[in-house]
């Protein structure tokens, strides 16, 4: 069984260098509510992101719901992609408002912004974009068309953790960005997550929503949910970011490896990652074509029978699941790349002959 090559495994610093975070912790005696290591995760990140406020949460999702909610939307209609984790569209149902579809654009996994702006109505509220992958979105223009319509913005930045464009990054854009810690993500603190925002202001909002909604002793105006996170993942932060560097120049090799091999493959293509300053090589999807000698499924089946473990993201659409039926709408862009769409594994320990035997298979057709 242990033979398998999954998707991804996550870094995991040396265990001897655990052990002071716990004797601290036992010391302390101050397991979670924003103790001293979680405190001192939000500054580091702060400080290594260059971004003015982090809020940590105990996960992604928990995140992005009390994002939306901080936001104050009363009832409307929010845009976002199909092409996405489910988490996504959970988040707008959540805080009772209707997600929207639109496509995504065509050589890229990121929602077209002409299509956000045809479905535009006096009920839309706001745009939920996901920078996927980690490739960034068209910031600018989303920018210009909320502006124009009123519109809020969050990003799904789950993926895009250390990615930055003109060397800024990409977890300022939008009212508030919302990134993932999970432990298949490029940075993870077992399970986790945060909300970037921009004033002291909302990040107290932040910090009471994910608190029960608790102001004071005697306080509480809103519901919100338990979305703290403890100490213990928060040392699992500090000791990863100061890997960081090496997280990201091991998957850099990665990428580079197979984007060289899969482009003098014949009908299998690689998604471009855009113009970053910064990437964070986080997945490395391959787009299977008709003019590949197998389907993206039978490439899929073929890999796994020779113990490596592909996954689909995304197939299928967040608007094809049967709960999102009746939200679906046309996205033929979004559908074509959950049919084709095949991710390889791609994480900082892969060794190179691994990653050539992978596309040795995917050669051999
Ligand atoms: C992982 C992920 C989430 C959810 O994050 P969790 O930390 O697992 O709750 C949300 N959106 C996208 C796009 C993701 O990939």
């Not at 265990?15 to 101050?30: A, M, R, S, V």
């Not at 068209?138 to 003109?166: C, P, Q, R, T, W």
């Not at 796994?304 to 197939?315: D, E, H, L, M, N």
Request: charged share 20%.
């Amino acid at each position: 069984m242990n033979d398998f090559i999954y998707v991804t495994q996550p870094y995991l610093p040396d265990l001897k260098d655990f052990i002071p975070y716990l004797e601290k912790i036992w010391e302390n005696k101050i397991l979670t509510n924003g103790g001293p290591l979680h405190l001192e995760l939000e500054k580091q990140l702060e400080n290594y992101l260059n971004v003015p406020y982090v809020t940590l949460f105990n996960n992604g999702t928990n995140a992005l719901i009390t994002a939306i909610q901080a936001l104050n939307l009363s009832e409307g209609q929010v845009i976002t992609t199909p092409y996405s984790f489910v988490a996504t569209a959970h988040a707008i149902l959540w805080n009772n408002l209707e997600p929207v579809f639109v496509d995504i654009e065509p050589y890229s996994p990121n929602i077209n912004v002409s299509e956000i702006e045809a479905k535009i109505t006096d009920k839309t509220v706001a745009i939920l974009a996901v920078h996927c992958y980690g490739i960034p979105c068209n910031v600018k223009e989303i920018e210009v068309l909320a502006e124009k319509y009123n519109l809020k913005v969050i990003y799904d930045s789950a993926h895009a953790f250390g990615v930055n464009i003109n060397n800024k990054s990409i977890l300022e854009f939008g009212d508030l960005s919302v990134v993932s810690f999970h432990a298949t993500k490029v940075f993870n603190t077992f399970e986790g997550g945060a909300v970037i925002c921009h004033t002291k202001a909302m990040k107290e909002r932040l910090v009471q929503l994910k608190n029960f909604g608790i102001v004071d002793e005697d306080t509480i105006y809103e519901i919100g949910l338990n979305g703290k996170l403890s100490e213990i993942h928060s040392a699992m932060g500090l000791l990863q970011l100061k890997s960081f560097p090496v997280i990201l120049s091991q998957r850099e090799k990665i990428d580079s490896f197979y984007r060289n091999a899969i482009n003098n493959i014949k009908g299998v293509q690689c998604i471009n990652r855009g113009f970053v300053s910064q990437d964070n090589y986080s997945y490395f999807p391959i787009i299977v074509t008709s003019e590949y000698s197998l389907s993206r499924d039978q490439l899929f089946e073929k890999l796994k029978s020779k113990g490596v473990i592909a996954r689909k993201y995304f197939y299928p659409l967040i608007s094809d699941f049967e709960i999102y039926s009746k939200y679906n709408s046309f996205t033929p862009n979004a559908s074509d790349l959950a049919k084709s769409v095949l991710c390889i594994p791609l994480y900082p320990n892969l060794e190179m002959n691994i990653c050539q035997k992978i596309i040795d298979i995917i050669i051999e057709g």
